[in-house]
């Protein structure tokens, strides 16, 4: 039996931690209680979300998202979680612009499928061309179109930015690159899984901040994964000059860093109406595992790329999300903080990734390695 439908989204009290990753939680800090409501899921079932009023400094303030996805087994089935396409049943997108980083494939794919039905204007930014414009044959959609992005190139990236001349309401931070087995370095000398992973999209999306405040409440979704548990940021030594070479160990880095990106866009940014989260997508088997011999993940923990992309569309587009920022997500839900690394392929976020001073020391060293 497959239940796939995210029936109930709701707001409940979370950590003291919390309260210092998220900081300035614009409109829904200071409107007081709110009640939304929306329709999602082949019931349409309506959900509720409640918001305290608050500045971010009362840990009896801070909200944490709760989604009863149905994904447990019933004997030797497995009942999967929602779909991207659950997500945005019943919600009307049109008139949103968005841009989806890696598109062409895996949840980059479905993220933008599910966003295009939904009517959103979707620009897949994407590498290779070819493939692109196969990816967006297959959606179907005459609101989807494509362009070229090299985050590893700098000049591409600039290239992107310019061309951009729309307001950009929703930014999903999502192409990415997996454990390397050698180390790669970009022409400037930097590790390529951070350059990609991470120093590219703070790239694009700090030249695109222009266009997000246009759009007036804009999002980021950052794509991270649980591989942030594997490794901070590397201060000392983002790009192993020193460090011997381990392939996970700068993945881990890379995806610790997009947490981090959202933890400080938000700050920065959400009096400009900018609110970004990051997520985990789950295990999916996708052309990310190319060097990693497949997934390890027992199988019942395993979802397809239309369940894996449901995060990334919740972040993308759920009224539920509106003026809510620096969180990390997995599964539908704000993912716990744990205290180490789960040995059972559990879930969670290392502190280290919503810490606010690591968040701002990593702004600013990613500015200065882009000046």
């Known amino acids: 039996m497959h239940v796939s439908q995210c029936r109930r989204l709701r707001l409940v009290t979370g950590s003291p931690h919390s309260a210092q990753a998220v900081g300035s939680l614009g409109r829904a800090s200071t409107v007081g209680v709110r009640h939304l409501r929306v329709a999602y899921g082949?019931?349409?079932?309506?959900?509720?979300?409640?918001?305290?009023?608050?500045?971010?400094?009362?840990?009896?303030?801070?909200?944490?998202?709760?989604?009863?996805?149905?994904?447990?087994?019933?004997?030797?089935?497995?009942?999967?979680?929602?779909?991207?396409?659950?997500?945005?049943?019943?919600?009307?997108?049109?008139?949103?612009?968005?841009?989806?980083?890696?598109?062409?494939?895996?949840?980059?794919?479905?993220?933008?499928?599910?966003?295009?039905?939904?009517?959103?204007?979707?620009?897949?930014?994407?590498?290779?061309?070819?493939?692109?414009?196969?990816?967006?044959?297959?959606?179907?959609?005459?609101?989807?179109?494509?362009?070229?992005?090299?985050?590893?190139?700098?000049?591409?990236?600039?290239?992107?930015?310019?061309?951009?001349?729309?307001?950009?309401?929703?930014?999903?931070?999502?192409?990415?690159?997996?454990?390397?087995?050698?180390?790669?370095?970009?022409?400037?000398?930097?590790?390529?899984?951070?350059?990609?992973?991470?120093?590219?999209?703070?790239?694009?999306?700090?030249?695109?901040?222009?266009?997000?405040?246009?759009?007036?409440?804009?999002?980021?979704?950052?794509?991270?994964?649980?591989?942030?548990?594997?490794?901070?940021?590397?201060?000392?030594?983002?790009?192993?000059?020193?460090?011997?070479?381990?392939?996970?160990?700068?993945?881990?880095?890379s995806k610790t860093a997009a947490v981090l990106l959202a933890v400080k866009a938000t700050r920065r940014w959400a009096m400009d109406g900018i609110f970004a989260n990051a997520l985990n997508r789950g295990a999916i088997a996708t052309n990310l595992q190319r060097y990693t011999g497949g997934l390890q993940t027992p199988l019942e923990r395993r979802k397809s790329p239309q369940q894996g992309a449901a995060t990334s569309v919740l972040l993308a587009a759920s009224p539920l999300l509106d003026g809510i920022g620096g969180r990390y997500f997995e599964d539908c839900q704000e993912a716990r903080t744990v205290a180490r690394r789960p040995t059972d392929f559990g879930g969670g976020v290392a502190p280290y990734a919503l810490d606010a001073g690591n968040a701002a020391r990593l702004w600013d060293v990613a500015l200065d390695l882009l000046s």
């Open 42 to 253: 082949r019931g349409r079932e309506a959900l509720r979300g409640v918001a305290h009023s608050g500045d971010g400094s009362n840990a009896g303030t801070i909200r944490r998202f709760r989604c009863s996805l149905a994904d447990r087994l019933r004997g030797d089935t497995p009942v999967l979680a929602s779909t991207a396409e659950d997500v945005v049943d019943g919600l009307d997108l049109s008139g949103k612009h968005v841009i989806v980083t890696g598109g062409a494939s895996g949840i980059g794919l479905e993220t933008a499928r599910a966003l295009a039905n939904a009517g959103a204007e979707v620009t897949l930014a994407v590498r290779n061309l070819d493939s692109g414009e196969k990816a967006a044959a297959d959606i179907g959609a005459t609101s989807v179109r494509v362009r070229r992005l090299d985050l590893a190139d700098r000049a591409s990236i600039g290239e992107f930015v310019v061309k951009w001349t729309e307001p950009l309401h929703v930014l999903v931070d999502n192409a990415g690159i997996m454990a390397l087995p050698e180390l790669q370095r970009t022409p400037e000398g930097f590790e390529m899984q951070f350059a990609t992973n991470f120093l590219g999209h703070f790239a694009l999306t700090i030249g695109l901040r222009d266009s997000l405040i246009a759009a007036n409440r804009a999002r980021i979704v950052s794509v991270s994964s649980s591989a942030n548990m594997i490794a901070p940021v590397l201060f000392d030594d983002l790009h192993f000059n020193f460090i011997p070479y381990a392939p996970f160990v700068a993945y881990g880095q």
